[in-house]
């Protein structure tokens, strides 16, 4: 029994409690109690870490739209539609060796910065699931699949459900493998089907890409006679098995389709200014009834995969969208974080929150920042501003503790179960290796998908 004690507790419970001085008991892989300090409760042979006040615990987060990668800060200043050509020359010189080093690479990261599950979508995902399976932390792995030509050189279907049977459930369940699927653009409606047999069979998620940037959107009017929303539900894709990217250009109506469908929406607020797609109306998706989470996107349209800023900027641009100050405030944004994440993988009885009986998945910061400081409490409620410096504040690297599962990964800022300076001097290497690969392939860089 591990006892964390006298800390202050950010449940985003169904009340969004917070406890100035909490108590948390984790049996093995779950959380036993979740409340105030009771020192009563702790077993005399638990293993005590005494936070004395200073230290915050919260659910870990849940990027739920990752793309690992090796290459950032390379594919700059263009929009999306003529973005997306050249960040195909990576998937066309994408190798098991490559993917490996991101998957490393990026999961480090996402651990250091307080991420505790990934819904991770790229190549070569066996070497993901393996990658999760040391470093410990949750990954839901929905493989890049496409074959319209001249986009065949991605996954497949077959290789899709050869990870189904090879991964699906590794590692005690922290390994989940989806039907993942790129886009209406990159796959045929033979693909969907097998998708949908994927799930049907197999029991497994759906993760794709909904519309992105407007020019997609008038694309998709012009080849297919309708949104990519609607060609979605015509393949029989819309359904709460179902998490959609993005979704930045959409409609009143096909925002109703997806709240009907039970789907959710996984909303990427930096990679859609970086790349000119503008910005989602996440407060009508939520008024329509979706269950909106957050992604980072991944390093190469990010160049980040920290939470904590996809907290402050998704909730900065939704109060300059609708001009409302009043908007996502610092409890939504956790929430979308945490909790919507979860929602959106069909885990929220398991993660999410810091409640009894769910999975031990938290993290803890230490308040010993200058931008953390002070703490103010009203003294008649559990109203503080630690919660507005958590979202508008905080910094992924402020992040001490991060416990997957029971099991203690980081400490002190400090990976435990892989070596740090390892994983970057193999990055550093296969990443050159393969930058130089890819810049040898622009003599296949291929025409923008626009009519």
């Known amino acids: 029994m591990q006892a964390i004690t006298h800390v202050i507790l950010v449940t985003v419970d169904s009340n969004d409690t917070v406890i100035r001085d ?4 984790i049996d093995g892989t779950g959380l036993d109690y979740v409340g105030e300090m009771d020192a009563a409760r702790i077993p005399r042979d638990a293993d005590i870490m005494d936070c004395r006040g200073r230290y915050v615990a919260m659910p870990g987060l849940i990027d739920t739209h990752n793309h690992s990668s090796l290459i950032r800060g390379v594919d700059e200043n263009l929009d999306l539609v003529d973005w997306l050509p050249v960040y195909d020359l990576e998937h066309r010189t994408c190798t098991p060796q490559d993917a490996r ?14 991420t505790t599950t990934v819904q991770d979508m790229h190549r070569h995902m066996d070497q993901a699931a393996i990658v999760a399976g040391e470093m410990g932390l949750r990954v839901f792995l929905a493989p890049y699949a496409a074959d319209v030509p001249p986009y065949d050189f991605f996954e497949t279907s077959d290789t899709n459900e050869r990870l189904i049977k090879d991964w699906h ?35 497994v998620r759906i993760h794709t890409h909904g519309p ?15 949104s990519i929303t609607q060609l979605l539900a015509k393949r029989g894709m819309l359904g709460d098995f179902l998490s959609l990217g993005h979704c930045v250009p959409i409609s009143e109506r096909d925002m109703e389709l997806i709240a009907q469908a039970g789907a959710s929406i996984c909303h990427c607020p930096i990679s859609a200014a ?7 109306p996440v407060k009508r998706m939520e008024e329509a009834g979706i269950n909106v989470s957050l992604g980072s996107d991944g390093p190469i349209d990010n ?16 109060k300059a969208r609708y001009r409302d100050a009043k908007i996502f405030d610092a409890r939504h944004m956790l ?33 010993d920042h200058p931008s953390l400081r002070p703490v103010w409490w009203n003294e008649t409620s559990t109203d503080t501003n630690l919660l507005w410096a958590l979202v508008f504040a905080m910094q992924g690297n402020f992040v001490d503790t991060v416990i997957v599962a ?29 930058m130089r690969r890819r810049n040898a392939a622009f003599n296949q860089l291929l025409a923008p998908i626009r009519d």
């Open 169 to 203: 459930g590794a590692f005690d369940g922290r390994v989940q493998v989806e039907a993942g699927i790129e886009d209406v653009f990159y796959s045929s409606d033979v693909m969907y089907r097998r998708a949908l047999e994927m799930h049907e069979k197999y029991g």
């Open 22 to 25: 909490g108590m948390l008991l």
């Open 406 to 434: 029971g099991k203690t990964l980081v400490r002190h800022g400090h990976l435990l179960t892989d070596d740090e300076d390892e994983i970057l001097e193999s990055a550093q290497a296969q990443g050159v290796d393969w």
């Open 335 to 367: 929430r979308m974080a945490t909790i919507n994440g979860a929602r959106s993988l069909g885990m929220e009885d398991s993660i999410g929150s810091l409640e009894a009986g769910k999975q031990a998945d938290l993290i803890m910061v230490g308040l």
């Open 212 to 226: 992105e940037h407007p020019e997609e959107e008038d694309t998709a009017q012009t080849r297919f006679g309708m």
């Open 303 to 318: 160049n980040s995969m920290d939470l904590f800023q996809e907290m402050k900027v998704a909730s900065l641009m939704q």
């Open 274 to 280: 970086k790349l000119g797609c503008g910005t989602a």
């Open 101 to 114: 080093q991101a998957y490393r690479l990026g999961y480090l990261e996402c651990l250091l910065n307080g």
